[in-house]
């Protein structure tokens, strides 16, 4: 069939991209699912970091690629293998597909599912397989993350799909839980773990982000500090739940997190994906914390501690990828929470575009006068 895609022809581009344009709306050809594959008609995509280090060059793939990895949309036939999905039924595409079998998740930790990261790494879904072609279908074009979701449609693994029931909500919330939310609000719940009571710091105020600061309300953290270089998305921390609100690039403001908490925070969440901020986050939290990185670097920035301070001090320094998620039991449970109004993310979305606009919304995204654009898709 036909669908109409946003394609990245080469990496890395800069900006403007209104003027550069990246991303190219063209006329794919997208071929019939495979046994354990879907075709998917995708209602709303959000743009995010990941896709714009993609098209900045900070985080290579191969191109031409259709790109896009938050999404949400709608069952529309089903491969010869599945028999747990039915068209009509309405999916959350998930990042990191998980295949179920790898010692990783055998151990309850799919998003390090070994597979899974390979096919990513590769560009194509988990089995092997590219399903996207130019128009005279000469050329292979690659899937972003198994999902490709700035697309009218896509062919998507089951692995990487998570059924809802949620008919009651816009797919432009429903999408923000493939990445924002399973990312910030799983970096809280699942990797640090906060208790109701302890403090958290969220380093970087970007969708992931301020999802992060929501995970942190919903924990019952009672000392939540959010920390940014601009000021409305620290205005905006304080209208989500933060108590304490730091501008990082104010002079000795370290030292002033670490005095106004007693000492730093239990748990620090680096989510900005650079250096500078790792090294704050890790300097505002208190003897025996957990600082938590859950931000992209690039793959040549490195981080430096003093050894010492991870034995006197009892410092845990951890990762966290797709917020330490199992798709399918969180994705739910964070709807569930949603629809209980304990987790607002619709406050995340700062705005709607059509696919044509979307060049000019990693603009935005780009100067960080954005914090969550979705596409949204209409079918007619």
Do not use: W
């Not at 003093?306 to 994705?331: F, H, L, Q």
Request: glycine share 12%; proline share 6%.
């Amino acid at each position: 069939m036909k669908t109409r895609a946003a394609i990245l022809k080469h990496s890395p581009v800069s900006a403007p991209f209104a003027e550069t344009r990246p991303l190219s709306i063209e006329e794919v050809d997208l071929d019939p699912p495979g046994p354990e594959e879907v075709l998917v008609r995708i209602g709303a995509a959000g743009l995010c970091h990941s896709d714009l280090s993609v098209i900045n060059g900070n985080r290579p793939r191969p191109t031409p690629m259709v790109l896009g990895h938050e999404a949400a949309g709608e069952v529309v036939e089903v491969g010869a293998a599945i028999r747990d999905l039915k068209p009509g039924d309405r999916v959350v595409m998930t990042f990191q597909p998980s295949c179920g079998q790898c010692l990783p998740c055998a151990e309850g930790r799919a998003a390090l599912c070994i597979p899974g990261a390979e096919a990513n790494g590769k560009g194509v879904l988990m089995s092997g397989e590219i399903r996207l072609h130019d128009h005279d279908h000469h050329h292979e074009i690659y899937h972003h993350c198994g999902v490709s979701g700035f697309a009218e449609y896509a062919v998507i693994s089951r692995h990487s799909l998570v059924k809802v029931e949620a008919d009651d909500i816009p797919f432009s919330h429903l999408a923000l839980f493939g990445c924002a939310v399973q990312t910030g609000v799983g970096a809280v719940l699942n990797t640090c773990r906060v208790q109701p009571g302890q403090s958290v710091a969220i380093v970087g105020l970007g969708g992931v982000g301020l999802a992060a600061l929501l995970g942190a309300v919903a924990a019952g953290a009672t000392e939540i500090v959010a920390v940014d270089l601009s000021e409305d998305k620290l205005a905006h921390a304080r209208d989500l739940g933060a108590t304490r609100t730091y501008n990082a690039a104010e002079p000795g403001v370290i030292d002033r997190i670490r005095a106004e908490t007693g000492g730093g925070v239990d748990h620090a969440v680096e989510l900005a994906g650079a250096v500078p901020a790792f090294e704050l986050a890790y300097k505002i939290t208190r003897r025996g914390g957990q600082t938590v990185t859950a931000g992209l670097a690039s793959p040549t920035s490195e981080f430096r501690i003093p050894a010492v301070n991870i034995v006197a001090d009892e410092r845990t320094v951890k990762g966290s990828y797709m917020g330490s998620c199992v798709p399918k039991r969180d994705i739910p449970r964070f709807i569930n929470l949603f629809r209980a109004g304990k987790l607002p993310v619709d406050r995340l979305l700062t705005g709607t575009l059509t696919l044509d606009q979307i060049n000019e919304g990693f603009d935005r995204l780009d100067r960080g006068e954005a914090i969550r654009q979705v596409i949204t898709f209409d079918h007619g």
